[in-house]
């Protein structure tokens, strides 16, 4: 219909309004910048708004109803196969690799000059080449020199689209040749609207909204993601127990231990992140913050195990759970951090 | 009439016969598979990049197959009763028809369930499919949109004689490409890796656009001489209206590339003008000596020295040592007959370059042209003013 529409785009992404704006308004004027940086926490939505820019950019449809999301193009975007839009991250570099044992953990200078030599061969469908570099924060040292080459002079028809963690952290080359899209957690309102919106109960949506704080991304995964959510459920439950009973505590961090021992590292330090979260929800909870807590569906059994928690006494527990964190990173024995840690929480028992 | 809904909505033609039935000859679509495979990405994360897209019309069976920088299609003849398509793994497919016997092919095109049957004497095979949907669309030479015509044999020559030259790493995407120049109904080829460049110019047998110079990636080029190989038919080149990629057409064969961006240096002046020494050489002994001295070179950075020396009289022409030397290894020297115009002179290239030049040029005699040891060398066929090769010399000691 030929009157104006009063919103301004119609790209599908939740929040984020002022950064889709921009980039809405870039595609239909067609001043379109050659390096765009989307920073933001993982799971906030970065990679989905670079890839609805992407779409922009090279959908069929008139330039006031792009993305269209339903046209060739803006489906093959979505999965992946369109010859104009090309991703690179860590896992394309694995995929793309032949040599699938080995350490995956930058992004090489050679992953980066492909790349290049990529964006130097003309558009095929569209009049666009865009490159979405995923994982900018760990790009090798000298893939940067060869990434800045890129930036530097990029053929008229590219436009890159890097997406990092930290703004702060990357070069300052970088930093100035792109026009920067910080991407900020959204309120706990709109993520959980937003699930229920999806079909999530309320309370289940309200849980999801306050564990994933903000990033919309990871929430809608989690969502559908039981296992994660299971095993999550199991784990707080465990937490709740350690700190109600010390006696569990030094069991469970027995079992820890030697889980430790066997390389499983990473697990080992999430159930003490999760013992973390436990305590600030405590912490906050016996601070009359109550709206803040995270792990909402077990504040009650948490408040119950003692009758009066001191806030001195959970602020020392909080720092021997930190404490634990560090002497493992420097080979501290892992029974002897472990066991340090429980001992210095306050008994439910004994408080006061 | 009576009107059939549509039994399945993934059933675009013939309601009510969704089976999609074509028969063709082994031998065609092997031959069509081998061709079209080339285009087929190995690396890439996309499945439908590895399969080979099939699509039947009136009375022909098209296959093609693209890695996203370069698009190979292959049409044989076929009889079938409908239009469908698919694609299925290529690998698979290719290995498969190869392995059958030279008789009918029968292929049944399950267009719902994306499966597709195929029988050939006693063999039959079901392979699972992938929709078409995310098969990239490919652009195709239509009539009246050919930029220049060339002989398929001269084409051919043209790519083996310069393609090699350009550079293999990525750090100048431009000079991993080959420059086309389309001038006046002239085609010149030029490719430069920053140590050497080769030049060839032909006689297009038409030109109808304007013209131009693109860069092709000189991977794809390659690709498309190895192609069109068998071919008799003239090859057709168009260049699409915004120069983002050269199509050609030989044949039943049709064949894509994506063009590189960016500025081609400009060759001609690299050419060096004028010569101090001037050295004709047969061009099979030359290569033999190379060939011998770049044993020995490998150990010393692939250094071979050429040494020409003018005769006294017209009897005696004069002669070019080419030899190499490593300390550890040894060295060698072979003294070949050359006609010298000039002083006494030498030169040292890397032998791998020197082998590479030789090894492509058709006429019997090659002439070296000199300025000092430190300027560029030029390497042209005698008789032929087509080509010309320079490469850039190795600083060797004074002795």
């Known amino acids: ?352 | 009439m009576c009107y059939n809904p549509p039994s399945s909505k993934y059933v675009r033609t013939n309601e009510g016969n969704p089976a999609v039935k074509l028969s063709c000859k082994q031998e065609e679509l092997q031959r069509a598979l081998s061709h079209v495979s080339r285009a087929v990405s190995r690396k890439s994360t996309l499945p439908v990049l590895a399969n080979v897209l099939l699509k039947t019309d009136d009375s022909s069976l098209k296959l093609a197959a693209t890695n996203l920088e370069i698009a190979i299609s292959a049409t044989i003849p076929a009889e079938t009763d409908q239009p469908g398509e698919t694609t299925v793994r290529a690998d698979l497919l290719t290995e498969f028809v190869a392995s059958l016997p030279n008789d009918s092919v029968k292929f049944e095109l399950d267009t719902a369930g994306q499966s597709l049957a195929l029988e050939c004497a006693r063999s039959k095979a079901h392979i699972k499919g992938l929709n078409t949907d995310d098969f990239p669309e490919l652009p195709a030479i239509e009539d009246g949109q050919v930029t220049a015509t060339i002989d398929p044999r001269v084409l051919r020559e043209m790519v083996g004689q310069v393609a090699f030259a350009a550079a293999t790493d990525d750090s100048r995407p431009v000079l991993a490409g080959v420059l086309c120049e389309f001038q006046g109904g002239k085609l010149t080829l030029a490719a430069a890796d920053g140590f050497r460049l080769s030049v060839r110019s032909a006689d297009l047998t038409e030109q109808t656009g304007e013209d131009m110079s693109i860069v092709v990636p000189a991977r794809s080029l390659q690709e498309l001489a190895r192609i069109i190989a068998d071919q008799e038919e003239a090859v057709q080149l168009w260049v699409t209206p915004n120069q983002s990629q050269l199509l050609a057409r030989s044949g039943s064969i049709e064949f894509l590339t994506r063009l590189i961006d960016g500025h081609f240096p400009d060759f001609r002046q690299i050419i060096p003008q004028e010569w101090e020494t001037r050295a004709v050489i047969g061009r099979e002994d030359f290569l033999a000596a190379a060939r011998r001295a770049k044993l020995f070179a490998q150990s010393n950075n692939d250094i071979v020295k050429i040494q020409v020396q003018p005769g006294e009289d017209e009897l005696d022409p004069g002669i070019a040592r080419v030899s190499a030397q490593a300390a550890e290894t040894g060295d060698n020297e072979d003294a070949v007959e050359a006609s010298i115009e000039g002083n006494e002179s030498q030169i040292a290239f890397n032998g791998r370059y020197l082998t590479d030049i030789l090894g492509v040029i058709r006429t019997g005699d090659v002439a070296l042209e000199m300025t000092s040891a430190n300027a560029a060398g030029v390497i042209r066929p005698v008789g032929d003013t087509e080509f010309t090769h320079v490469i850039m010399p190795m600083v060797i000691g004074s002795s």
């Not at chain 1, 991250?89 to 992953?111: C, F, G, P, Y």
């Not at chain 1, 010390?246 to 430790?260: I, K, N, Q, S, T």
């Not at chain 1, 964190?325 to 306050?346: E, F, K």
């Open chain 1, 1 to 352: 219909m030929g009157t104006s529409t009063t919103q301004v785009h119609n790209w599908p992404i939740i929040g984020h309004e002022s950064a889709v704006d921009q980039l809405a308004r870039a595609v239909q004027s067609g001043r379109i910048n050659h390096a765009y940086l989307f920073t933001g926490p993982d799971g906030v939505g970065r990679r989905t708004i670079a890839r609805t820019f992407a779409r922009a950019l090279v959908c069929d449809a008139e330039l006031e109803s792009r993305p269209c999301g339903t046209c060739s193009a803006c489906r093959r975007v979505g999965e992946g196969s369109y010859p104009d839009v090309t991703t690179v991250s860590l896992e394309s570099q694995l995929a793309s690799s032949e040599r699938k044992d080995s350490r995956n953990t930058v992004i090489s200078i050679e992953t980066i000059r492909e790349l290049r030599s990529s964006v130097s061969l003309r558009p095929m469908e569209s009049d666009w080449r865009v490159a979405i570099i995923e994982d900018v924060d760990r790009v090798s040292r000298d893939a940067y020199d060869a990434l800045l080459k890129t930036l530097e002079e990029p053929p008229s028809y590219v436009v890159l689209l890097l997406i990092a963690t930290e703004f702060a952290a990357l070069p300052e080359t970088i930093r100035s040749r792109c026009r920067h899209i910080s991407l900020e957690p959204l309120s706990r309102p709109v993520v959980a609207e937003e699930l229920r919106k999806r079909g999530v109960a309320d309370e289940q949506a309200d849980l999801i909204a306050r564990l994933t704080r903000g990033r919309i991304a990871r929430a809608i995964e989690l969502m559908a993601d039981e296992e994660t959510l299971e095993q999550r459920n199991e784990s707080v439950k465990r937490g709740v127990e350690m700190i109600g009973d010390p006696l569990v505590a030094l069991a469970e961090v027995r079992r820890l231990a030697d889980v430790y021992r066997r390389g499983q590292r990473d697990h080992v330090q999430q159930e003490i992140d999760l013992l973390i979260g436990l305590w600030r929800d405590l912490l906050l909870h016996v601070a009359g913050r109550p709206d803040d807590v995270t792990n909402i569906d077990v504040i009650g059994e948490l408040t119950s195990a003692g009758p009066d928690w001191r806030l001195a006494d959970i602020q020392r527990a909080l720092e021997a759970c930190y404490q634990a964190l560090h002497d493992l990173s420097v080979n501290v024995q892992p029974r002897l951090a472990l066991n340090t840690m429980v001992i210095q929480w306050p008994e439910p028992g004994n408080r006061g």
